[in-house]
């Protein structure tokens, strides 16, 4: 662990920065985000049906769209990209669906 403020190396138990004074805080960032997702997928599949299906399409095409921007972007000096039209057009199609059989 690193002072945030001085980037002194501390000791994990440290409360505070013995150099500087700073307040020591870890950051758990990456289980913040693990969880976020485990939610995510949780309240996807606890609410499931046709308003789960909608929220899967969204962020499949959402995701599609986003990899293809990314990819069209770092080729741009030369070289060939991705654009991810199986992506886009299944979560296209899976939103339809979801849309299509929550009016029935
Ligand atoms: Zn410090």
Do not use: H, R
């Not at 599949?45 to 972007?73: C, H, P, Q, R």
């Amino acid at each position: 662990m690193y002072c945030s403020n001085c980037n002194q190396d501390l000791e994990e138990v440290a409360k505070f920065c013995p150099d500087c004074g700073n307040k020591a805080e870890s950051k758990p960032e990456q289980e913040t985000t693990l969880e976020t997702t485990a939610t995510l997928s949780k309240s996807n599949e606890s609410s499931g049906g046709n308003g789960g299906k909608i929220i899967w399409g969204l962020f499949v095409t959402i995701a599609g769209i986003v990899i293809s921007v990314v990819s069209y972007n770092e080729a741009k000096d030369g070289g060939t990209y991705v654009v991810a039209y199986g992506a886009v057009i299944y979560g296209i199609i899976t939103m339809i669906m979801g849309a299509v059989s929550d009016n029935s």
